[in-house]
């Protein structure tokens, strides 16, 4: 089993930064992807950044490319989410999600763990 616990959310004006972490515990070795998802109310939950643990390949929503940051500190088994450029539209309960084995991305069902989540709120 591998526990996931995010933090970092908050209140920020749109224009400002924040960053997200999710720090693993349990069996992290068997992590082979961690991403951020998050979801709004009233909408579905859908995928914003990747990081591999091989290769530290990353892959990100096109909603996010060039403002949002994902990384690891592996020797911490945590993963981070830097949001720059911060949009009211942002405004979501941001998860963090890790899985063993091959993952479609995008797809939260592929995913086996879950973080409880972090609510991140952009005033405009």
């Known amino acids: 089993q591998v526990q996931l616990v995010e933090s970092g959310g908050g209140l920020v004006q749109a224009g400002g930064s924040l960053r997200l972490s999710c720090a693993a515990s349990?069996?992290?070795?068997?992590?082979?992807?961690t991403a951020w998802f998050r979801q709004a109310p009233g909408r579905e939950r859908e995928f914003v950044a990747a990081?591999?643990?091989?290769?530290?390949?990353?892959n990100y929503a096109d909603s996010v490319k060039g403002r949002f940051t994902i990384s690891r500190d592996s020797a911490n088994n945590t993963v981070y989410l830097q949001m720059n450029s911060l949009k009211p539209e942002d405004t979501a309960n941001y998860y963090c999600?890790?899985?063993?084995?091959?993952?479609?991305?995008?797809?939260?069902?592929?995913?086996?763990?879950w973080g409880q989540g972090t609510q991140v709120t952009v005033s405009s």
């Open positions: 999600a890790s899985d063993p084995g091959s993952v479609r991305l995008a797809i939260p069902r592929d995913y086996n763990y």
């Open positions: 349990g069996r992290t070795f068997r992590i082979s992807t």
């Open positions: 990081i591999r643990s091989s290769g530290g390949s990353t």
